[in-house]
Structure formats: structure tokens, C-alpha cells
């Protein structure tokens, strides 16, 4: 790296508030994050900085970690598909159990398994101020769902969890779903692609029962047939008054059940896409794209991925 172009990127990052670096590596390969983690102990201003797909490992991870220590207004921070594996996980979890500014960490596609996840579920015990966790495609399991569920017994301050494609299971499911008979701080948990069926969805159910935080819940891509379907409906008719939105589709459970769902959803709530695959393409046709479909392209696209507002 130059040193104009060192001294460009440091100016960038002591002076502004949102600054996005993705894929930076790729473009400057070498002391790149050197010079990004000395910047961001020194900024008083920086509060957004997006870091993903940048390859750093758990060395880099450490680097920023680092970095961190020192800072004191960084608000939300993204690396995503970073490789840090658990190590890495680790460091940012010293970082996290101290930090009183992160309202938001995206951690998806880091590899960082169910020990990973473990050290970054006992930081947040008793952090209260990081309302939004992404924990996507990161192999955590059933143990690294018992892990979390043990977190949401005691944190009052999250809001906002994304584990999807976690292979957490029906065992996994039911620990995070038994939390949430106690927790109504959160309100969006979003658990597609995580192999639950009928066993799963009847902890869903019961716990849909108890909850009264929970405004959405995503569960598509997942096994629930007729029985789970039923259960879970039959929760949203008779228990739940709070949830707005619940995403099913591509589950294998039968197109009337479907349509229920959406109907007693709609009598519970003011704005609910409760479907099965063909009813989704029925609203969207009707309505337009749903948020959850805006949010998986921008996702799948670095050059248009920007950190919530």
C-alpha cells in the first residue's frame, strides 16, 4: 500500500462516520488492516464500518479486536465471510463483553463453529446495549443453539438474531425456544435452513404460547409438515396477539395449512406473510417483494451491501 494511499484511508476513517471497506483486501492486499485497526483506535467520529469479505482470518480478527479495545464510538460493525473461525470468535468476545456502543455485529459465514459461538453467547450475558447478532452460516449446532439459549435467559438487550443455516435441529430449536418463554426482549429471530420439523415446530408452538415480544419469525427452508403446521396455527389463534410477520414457505407441510395460517396470522396481526411458496409469489405479484427477499439480494451482492439503518 502507498503511503498516500495509507494516508487516504486513515483520513477516511478518523474523520467520517460510515465508512465501508468490503473486499478491500482484494484490492490492497497487503497492510491493509494494519492500518485500519491504528485508525480506529484513534477515531472519535467513525460509527459504521463494514469490513466484509476481506479474508482477515483469526489473526485479523485479533488485529481489529484489538483495535476496538480502544474505541469508543463505533455503533455497528460488519466482517462477514472473514474465515476467523473460533479463535477469532474469541477475540471479539473479549471486545463484546466490555464494549458499551456496538448496537449491531454481523459475524455470518466466519466459520466459527459451536466453541465460537460459545465464548460470544457468555460475553453477552450481561452486555446491554448490542440489539442486532448475526450468526449466519456458521456451523454452530445444536450445542452452539444450547450456548445462546443460555445467553437469552439472562440478556434483556438483544433484539434482532439471525441464525440461519446452522443445522441447529429440533434440539437446538427447542433450548432457544424454552429461553423465549421467559425473554420477550426480542423480536425477530430468523431460523431458516435449520433442518426443524414437526418436533421442532411443536417447541415453536408452545413457546408462541408464553412469548409476547416476538413480532417475526422467519422458519422457511425448514421439514415442518401438517402436524408442526396445525400446532403452530394453532397457537397464532388462540395464544399469540404479538407476531406480525412469520415466513414458512418451502416447508413441506400442504397448501391449506398454508393458507390458514396466513388468514389466522392476518386476524392477529396488522401486516403478516404467513404462506406457503405459491401464496408468496401470489403476494408478491400482488404486493411486491417482501423484505426478506430485498434484504437476500442486497446480501448476495458486496458492492450494494450496506449495514441497517
Not at 473486499?23 to 484513534?42: C, H, K, M, N, Q
Not at 401464496?279 to 427477499?293: C, D, H, I, S, Y
Amino acid at each position: 500500500m502507498s503511503l498516500a494511499r495509507q494516508r487516504e484511508m486513515e483520513q477516511r476513517i478518523l474523520t467520517e462516520r460510515e465508512v465501508n471497506l468490503a473486499a478491500i483486501l482484494f484490492v490492497e492486499p497487503t497492510g491493509v488492516l494494519d492500518v485500519v485497526a491504528s485508525a480506529v483506535g484513534r477515531t472519535t467520529t467513525l460509527q459504521v464500518l463494514n469490513l466484509a469479505y476481506n479474508r482477515m482470518d483469526n489473526d485479523g480478527a485479533e488485529t481489529i479486536a484489538e483495535a476496538l479495545r480502544r474505541n469508543a464510538t463505533l455503533r455497528k460493525l460488519c466482517i462477514h465471510s472473514n474465515a476467523i473461525g473460533s479463535r477469532g470468535a474469541e477475540s471479539l468476545a473479549q471486545v463484546l463483553k466490555n464494549n458499551h456502543t456496538l448496537i449491531e455485529v454481523r459475524l455470518s459465514d466466519n466459520a466459527i463453529g459451536a466453541s465460537g459461538v460459545e465464548t460470544i453467547a457468555a460475553a453477552l450475558q450481561n452486555n446491554t446495549t448490542l440489539q442486532r447478532l448475526d450468526l449466519e452460516r456458521n456451523g454452530i449446532g445444536v450445542r452452539g443453539a444450547e450456548k445462546l439459549a443460555t445467553m437469552l435467559m439472562h440478556n434483556t438487550a438483544l433484539r434482532t438474531l439471525f441464525l440461519s443455516k446452522n443445522k441447529i435441529g429440533n434440539d437446538g430449536v427447542a433450548k432457544i425456544a424454552i429461553a423465549l418463554h421467559l425473554n420477550n426482549a426480542m423480536q425477530t429471530l430468523i431460523l431458516d435452513d435449520n433442518e426443524i420439523d414437526d418436533n421442532g415446530a411443536r417447541a415453536i408452538a408452545v413457546m408462541l404460547t408464553h412469548n409476547t415480544g416476538l413480532i417475526e419469525l422467519d422458519l422457511c427452508h425448514n421439514k415442518i409438515g401438517r402436524v408442526g403446521a396445525e400446532l403452530i396455527a394453532e397457537s397464532l389463534r388462540y395464544d399469540n396477539r404479538t407476531m406480525h410477520k412469520m415466513f414458512v414457505h418451502d416447508n413441506p407441510f400442504p397448501m391449506d395449512l398454508g393458507d390458514k395460517m396466513w388468514r389466522l396470522g392476518r386476524i392477529n396481526a396488522e401486516s403478516v406473510d404467513c404462506t406457503q411458496k405459491e401464496v408468496a409469489r401470489k403476494k408478491r405479484a400482488e404486493f411486491g417483494p417482501t423484505l426478506n427477499q430485498i434484504y437476500s439480494f442486497i446480501r448476495s451482492r458486496p458492492y450494494l451491501y450496506q449495514l441497517s439503518e
